[in-house]
């Protein structure tokens, strides 16, 4: 099953902000083409896109997702694939790039929940057995780094 994280701010990324994670990626195993970023190491699959104006985005205009309380200006996506490593490199990542660029959000797709920048879940996105159902990544990649 594929992971999907987005990196939201409210604002529009700054010229500034760019450069920073072009350079985070590159410095930290990543390759950039036309279409975004992916890994160049063989056992991680990640891909990152940039979308710089995810408000005209059909996803953010039809059907916004309920925990999310604003259209997003930026939205950075990271997309894992194939094992468990991917993913908890995609989370590790998604925090690093959400340090950088500090006023964001970040949204689990598959979950439904929110994250501050330092991984921290917002309350009102937690519901039932959820999180713990398919594993609290962020949480598990703050533990380790601790």
């Given amino acids: ?3 999907i994280l987005s990196i939201l701010q409210h604002s529009k990324i700054t010229d500034r902000d760019k450069k920073s994670v072009h350079s985070f990626l590159l410095d930290h195993g990543f390759r950039g083409d036309e279409y ?3 890994s160049a190491r063989e056992d991680i699959f990640i891909d990152i896109l940039i979308i710089s104006e995810p408000e005209n985005e059909s996803y953010w205009i039809d059907n916004p997702p ?3 309380w604003y259209t997003p200006l930026t939205e950075i996506v990271l997309q894992s694939d194939r094992n468990d490593q991917s993913h908890r490199e995609c989370y590790h990542t998604a ?3 959400a340090k950088i660029i500090m006023d964001c959000i970040i949204y689990d797709h ?3 929940v929110v994250y501050d920048p330092q991984g921290k879940p917002y309350p009102h996105t937690l519901s039932g057995e959820r999180p ?3 594993g609290a990544g962020i949480s598990e990649v703050n533990a ?3």
Avoid: K
Wanted: negative net charge.
């Fill in 36 to 38: 975004g970023y992916y």
């Fill in 1 to 3: 099953m594929a992971l």
């Fill in 132 to 134: 713990e159902e398919y």
């Fill in 95 to 97: 925090l690093e790039l």
């Fill in 144 to 146: 380790a780094s601790r």
């Fill in 110 to 112: 598959q979950i439904g």
């Fill in 66 to 68: 309920e925990a999310i």
